[in-house]
Protein backbone atom coordinates (compact mmCIF):
# COMPACT_ATOMS: atom_id res chain seq x y z
CA UNK A 1 0.00 0.00 0.00
CA UNK A 2 1.36 3.12 -0.83
CA UNK A 3 1.81 6.00 1.98
CA UNK A 4 -0.38 8.23 0.32
CA UNK A 5 -3.01 5.61 -0.19
CA UNK A 6 -3.24 4.82 3.65
CA UNK A 7 -3.26 8.43 4.65
CA UNK A 8 -6.50 8.69 2.43
CA UNK A 9 -8.27 5.73 3.87
CA UNK A 10 -7.09 6.45 7.53
CA UNK A 11 -8.07 10.17 7.25
CA UNK A 12 -11.72 8.88 5.88
CA UNK A 13 -11.52 6.84 8.51
CA UNK A 14 -11.00 9.32 11.03
CA UNK A 15 -13.74 11.37 9.62
CA UNK A 16 -16.28 8.69 9.01
CA UNK A 17 -16.20 6.86 12.45
CA UNK A 18 -17.47 9.97 15.14
CA UNK A 19 -20.17 10.59 12.92
CA UNK A 20 -21.35 6.81 12.64
CA UNK A 21 -21.07 6.60 16.29
CA UNK A 22 -22.89 10.34 16.39
CA UNK A 23 -25.76 8.62 14.15
CA UNK A 24 -25.82 5.60 16.16
CA UNK A 25 -26.33 6.72 19.58
CA UNK A 26 -29.13 9.06 17.90
CA UNK A 27 -30.77 5.49 16.52
CA UNK A 28 -30.56 4.44 20.10
CA UNK A 29 -32.26 7.23 21.54
CA UNK A 30 -34.57 7.53 18.64
CA UNK A 31 -35.40 3.73 17.97
CA UNK A 32 -34.01 1.31 21.21
CA UNK A 33 -32.45 -1.34 20.64
CA UNK A 34 -33.14 -2.11 17.07
CA UNK A 35 -32.08 1.77 16.42
CA UNK A 36 -28.94 0.98 18.11
CA UNK A 37 -28.42 -2.46 16.03
CA UNK A 38 -29.46 -0.78 12.82
CA UNK A 39 -26.84 1.49 13.25
CA UNK A 40 -24.00 -0.74 14.00
CA UNK A 41 -25.17 -3.03 11.14
CA UNK A 42 -24.56 0.74 8.74
CA UNK A 43 -21.40 1.65 10.32
CA UNK A 44 -20.13 -2.23 9.72
CA UNK A 45 -21.14 -1.86 5.98
CA UNK A 46 -19.76 1.46 5.44
CA UNK A 47 -16.47 0.47 6.72
CA UNK A 48 -16.44 -2.82 4.81
CA UNK A 49 -17.59 -1.23 1.18
CA UNK A 50 -15.67 1.36 1.14
CA UNK A 51 -12.31 0.44 2.97
CA UNK A 52 -12.94 -2.66 0.01
CA UNK A 53 -13.58 -0.11 -1.98
CA UNK A 54 -10.68 1.93 -1.64
CA UNK A 55 -8.64 -1.23 -1.18
CA UNK A 56 -9.54 -2.30 -4.73
CA UNK A 57 -8.60 1.25 -6.44
CA UNK A 58 -5.30 0.83 -4.78
CA UNK A 59 -4.67 -2.10 -6.49
CA UNK A 60 -6.51 -1.36 -10.06
CA UNK A 61 -3.93 1.93 -10.26
CA UNK A 62 -0.77 0.21 -8.58
CA UNK A 63 0.92 -0.50 -12.27
CA UNK A 64 -1.57 2.11 -14.06
CA UNK A 65 -2.20 5.18 -12.68
CA UNK A 66 -3.50 6.08 -16.29
CA UNK A 67 -6.55 4.29 -15.35
CA UNK A 68 -7.57 6.38 -12.19
CA UNK A 69 -10.26 8.39 -12.72
CA UNK A 70 -12.34 5.45 -14.99
CA UNK A 71 -11.32 3.05 -11.55
CA UNK A 72 -12.46 4.88 -9.50
CA UNK A 73 -15.57 5.94 -10.62
CA UNK A 74 -16.23 2.04 -11.54
CA UNK A 75 -15.33 1.27 -7.95
CA UNK A 76 -17.72 4.27 -6.70
CA UNK A 77 -20.43 2.77 -8.65
CA UNK A 78 -20.05 -0.72 -7.59
CA UNK A 79 -19.98 0.53 -4.01
CA UNK A 80 -23.24 1.88 -4.55
CA UNK A 81 -24.89 -1.04 -6.23
CA UNK A 82 -23.71 -3.00 -3.53
CA UNK A 83 -24.69 -0.54 -1.10
CA UNK A 84 -28.66 -0.69 -2.59
CA UNK A 85 -28.48 -4.34 -2.74
CA UNK A 86 -27.69 -5.22 0.87
CA UNK A 87 -30.74 -2.43 1.62
CA UNK A 88 -33.32 -4.17 -0.65
CA UNK A 89 -32.09 -7.60 1.18
CA UNK A 90 -32.64 -6.38 4.54
CA UNK A 91 -35.98 -4.34 3.43
CA UNK A 92 -38.59 -5.90 5.71
CA UNK A 93 -36.27 -6.98 8.29
CA UNK A 94 -37.08 -7.03 12.09
CA UNK A 95 -33.86 -7.32 13.49
CA UNK A 96 -33.08 -3.73 13.21
CA UNK A 97 -34.81 -0.77 12.33
CA UNK A 98 -34.76 -0.37 8.80
CA UNK A 99 -34.83 3.81 8.94
CA UNK A 100 -32.09 4.01 11.67
CA UNK A 101 -29.82 1.68 9.34
CA UNK A 102 -30.93 4.25 6.56
CA UNK A 103 -29.91 7.36 7.88
CA UNK A 104 -26.83 5.62 9.86
CA UNK A 105 -25.80 4.94 6.57
CA UNK A 106 -26.13 7.72 4.76
CA UNK A 107 -24.68 10.30 7.28
CA UNK A 108 -21.81 8.22 7.47
CA UNK A 109 -21.28 7.59 3.71
CA UNK A 110 -21.07 11.41 3.33
CA UNK A 111 -18.80 11.33 5.77
CA UNK A 112 -16.17 9.06 4.69
CA UNK A 113 -16.19 10.62 1.02
CA UNK A 114 -15.59 13.95 2.64
CA UNK A 115 -13.05 12.30 4.60
CA UNK A 116 -11.78 11.18 1.41
CA UNK A 117 -12.32 14.33 -0.52
CA UNK A 118 -10.83 16.31 2.22
CA UNK A 119 -7.36 13.98 2.82
CA UNK A 120 -7.19 13.57 -1.11
CA UNK A 121 -7.12 17.84 -1.45
CA UNK A 122 -4.93 18.51 1.47
CA UNK A 123 -2.19 15.87 1.06
CA UNK A 124 0.77 16.85 -0.92
CA UNK A 125 1.18 14.01 -3.42
CA UNK A 126 4.17 13.94 -5.92
CA UNK A 127 1.82 14.08 -9.88
CA UNK A 128 5.34 13.73 -11.45
CA UNK A 129 8.32 10.85 -10.97
CA UNK A 130 11.15 12.48 -8.60
CA UNK A 131 13.74 10.20 -10.72
CA UNK A 132 14.14 10.02 -13.79
CA UNK A 133 12.59 7.14 -15.89
CA UNK A 134 15.76 7.09 -18.32
CA UNK A 135 19.05 6.88 -16.87
CA UNK A 136 21.16 9.64 -17.41
CA UNK A 137 23.74 9.51 -20.22
CA UNK A 138 27.26 9.40 -20.06
CA UNK A 139 29.08 12.21 -20.99
CA UNK A 140 29.48 11.55 -25.15
CA UNK A 141 32.70 12.81 -26.65
CA UNK A 142 32.95 15.86 -28.95
CA UNK A 143 30.50 15.78 -32.52
CA UNK A 144 32.33 17.22 -34.82
CA UNK A 145 30.54 20.00 -36.51
CA UNK A 146 30.23 18.80 -40.35
CA UNK A 147 31.31 21.90 -41.86
CA UNK A 148 33.19 21.74 -44.63
CA UNK A 149 36.29 23.67 -43.74
CA UNK A 150 37.11 22.20 -41.63
CA UNK A 151 36.96 23.87 -38.19
Not at 1 to 10: E, G, S, T, V, W
Request: proline fraction near 5%; hydrophobic fraction near 55%; glycine fraction near 10%.
Amino acid sequence: MQPNDARILRGSAIVAAPVGVIATVVSAIAAGEKGLIGGLVAMAVVAVFFAAGSWALMRLTQDRPQLAMSAGMLVYVVQILLIGVFIVAFKGTTAFSGRAFGLTLLVTALAWVGGQIRQTLTSRMLYVDPEPSVPPQEEAAPVKSGSRDGA
